[in-house]
């Protein structure tokens, strides 16, 4: 693996500027003066760039801290040269400030090449005088006093540097910082009650002797499922994924993400790596290796199906692979899935979002699924700001994300937003000598800071769906909702059981957000969502042989009132032998377990549609207190 490495980063600095732009920062990376500084940002990701630079043009002298040679993180080390762009409702960039400077200087299209990006951090880094860099240096330790980081340590060639400052901003790709001094956190979904689950990892495949014409006959064909192709990109090829079956059974090939490089030399993200810790270094090169070895194999499948691939040959891959999950920092404010669906922007809005919560397959067996798709939201500061914690902030995937809403907070033009907004805050607390309530209880500051990150436009001209629930967009309440719920309250009453069921990932709305809340659900179906989500919230009660239970007692016809009352009391473990149709519902009354929406106002047996159904199963789930730590998760 070190091998390869050694050879991509030789690859990302061969040009001549980008040479240049290292030797001017190499005379910033130099012995430090001193061990204080105002503010310290740790990581290279774009995030930490973004804070860096944001800070330095505010006049603060401030250390940015490089876990590698270059700056660039996933874009560079991971070879993630595809923009997930958060788009505005018509159509344009939701992110300004930095970001849109440095999109623009690598060509402000969704695809960029990597060694202009390595270039332009550079750039970016290098013109500001305020920024002293340390490259390829370790954490060793963080001293934090009642939730003040007072001091860390880092080993930087060879040397131990004790370094102080009065605020920290953690940019790295896990919290790394935050971690150490102490900041409570969870890893994959375990605020769902699914400690083990996260995101697959990919190996982005680097591929040359690509004959793009030749690719551009296939796509034409759709002989691969609906495809496409432009003269920087090719999407699609669903059917690819099914199609080829891979050697490690710890992998997987989703549909391919082509980006044409130069001289057909193009990157492909689409292959899938499961079953690794990606907090572990060990476990981490152990997948990246892996992924190298099923590379081969999927290369040998793409020369022999795919046009234009025939004389393709790998060319050395990322050093990195690109991780999408791991810990999540517990925030004085956890950014929720209601958040996301009905479009808010919280007072302390620092950066705009609306990718997709798109939830990447966690196992080889299952795809992953989009929750549904915001049309705007707003990250709030206090998402960033770690809970107990005075001086420190966390930006990019880690941040104070549920880990669903991280599905759609995660993508990197939202973590250089944040980042830049981490940045500007710590400017203001210093230059202003204030502490941050001081900030999140000042209007006009807030406000000061919007105008200054160039998002106060865009709440204005945006204002019209902030608040607009996603299911009711461009729609009228009677397209969406069934007859029962024919009136604003019940609606609303609807709506948070709704939100409660996406919150656990329970429900899934598609790009279109699309509960499909008029149509049948299935009795089967029904079970299923019981099932998991008693598992989940670790109900307290005897769950563990409820599948089986349930198993036997539904089918795959509609669900009815009855028989959903019958599937609640085996759920419970209560008696149901000997009862009738009719006798199923009236003892789920006597238990408690029919909402009084439902025993209002469907008097007699009948087919439930799936908001009924919804509005049932989530009263049923909320009966059960949830564990401490996963409420504690949850910011609840």
């Known amino acids: 693996m070190y091998r390869y490495r050694e050879i991509f980063i030789k690859k990302l600095l061969v040009i001549g500027v980008v040479s240049v732009c290292l030797f001017f920062a190499g005379m910033q990376n130099v012995a430090l003066a001193s061990d204080y500084f105002p503010l310290v940002v740790y990581g290279g990701e774009p995030e930490g760039v973004a804070a860096a630079v944001a800070a330095a043009r505010e006049g603060i002298k401030t250390l940015l801290l490089l876990k590698r040679e270059a700056p660039g ?8 040269n595809y923009l997930d762009i958060n788009q505005a409702p018509d159509g344009k960039s939701l992110n300004k400030g930095i970001f849109a400077e440095w999109h623009a200087a690598v060509g402000g299209k969704i695809t960029f090449s990597i060694n202009r990006a390595t270039e332009v951090f550079e750039e970016l880094i290098v013109k500001e005088k305020n920024i002293t860099v340390l490259r390829e240096i370790s954490l060793l330790s963080v001293e934090n006093k009642d939730g003040q980081v007072r001091e860390i340590k880092v080993k930087h060639q060879g040397e131990v540097k004790e370094i102080k400052a009065e605020y920290f901003i953690d940019a790295s790709q896990d919290a790394d910082l935050a971690v150490l001094a102490g900041a409570p956190y969870f890893k994959g979904g375990a605020d769902i009650g699914l400690p083990d689950r996260h995101m697959a990892a990919t ?49 997987r090939l989703r549909g391919l993400n082509i980006v044409f490089e130069e001289e057909g030399n193009v990157y492909i993200n689409a292959l899938l790596i499961f079953d690794f810790d990606p907090t572990d270094p060990e476990s981490l090169q152990k ?31 990322p050093p990195e692979l690109y991780v999408r999950e791991s810990r999540h920092i517990v925030g004085e404010y956890q950014l929720q899935v209601a958040d996301l669906l009905h479009n808010r922007t919280p007072y302390d809005t620092v950066a705009l979002a609306s990718y997709p919560l798109d939830y990447q397959a966690s196992t080889p067996e299952y795809d992953g699924f989009v929750l549904f798709n915001p049309a705007i939201y707003g990250i709030p500061l206090r998402s960033l700001i770690p809970k107990g914690f005075s001086n420190l902030f966390v930006v990019g995937r880690s941040a104070g994300y549920s880990s669903l809403a991280a599905a759609s907070a995660r993508v990197l033009p939202t973590g250089i937003s944040a980042g830049e907004a981490a940045g500007l805050v710590s400017s203001y607390l210093i230059n202003k000598n204030i502490v941050i309530p001081e900030i999140l209880n000042n209007e006009r500051l807030i406000k000061e800071i919007q105008d200054k990150l160039k998002i106060s436009d865009d709440l204005k001209r945006y204002k019209n769906y902030i608040g607009v629930n996603n299911l009711l967009r461009g729609k009228s309440p009677a397209d969406v909702f069934p007859v029962i719920f024919n009136t604003t309250a019940k609606r609303e009453e609807l709506l948070g059981h709704l939100e409660y069921l996406l919150s656990w990932g329970l429900l899934m709305g598609g790009y279109s957000n699309d509960l499909r809340l008029k149509e049948e659900i299935s009795e089967r179906d029904f079970a299923y969502i019981i099932i998991k989500g008693l598992r989940q919230q670790k109900a307290p009660i005897l769950y563990e042989w409820v599948p089986g239970g349930l198993e036997s007692v539904s089918t795959k016809e509609p669900l009815t009132r009855n028989q959903a009352a019958k599937l609640l009391l085996v759920a419970t473990s209560r008696p149901i032998s000997g ?16 909402p009084e929406i439902i025993y209002r106002n469907i008097k007699e047996d009948r087919i439930l549609n799936r908001a009924e159904a919804f509005v049932i199963l989530s009263s049923f789930l909320q009966k059960y207190p949830l564990p401490e730590e996963i409420k504690f998760f949850r910011g609840e």
């Open 287 to 317: 997948a990246h290796q892996r992924g190298q070895e099923e590379a081969r194999h999927v290369l040998a499948f793409l020369r022999e199906n795919l046009a234009g691939f025939e004389e393709a040959s790998l060319l050395p891959f």
């Open 579 to 594: 009862l009738t149709s009719e006798g199923y519902y009236e003892k789920a009354l006597e238990y408690g377990l029919i």
């Open 203 to 251: 190996l982005v495949m680097h591929i040359g002797n690509v004959n793009w014409q030749g690719l551009a006959r296939d796509v034409r064909t759709n002989k691969f499922g609906q495809s496409y192709i432009n003269k920087d990109n090719a999407w699609g090829f669903a059917r690819i994924g099914q199609l080829y079956k891979p050697v490690d059974k710890k992998t």
């Open 73 to 80: 993180g996933l874009m560079t080390y991971g070879a993630l």
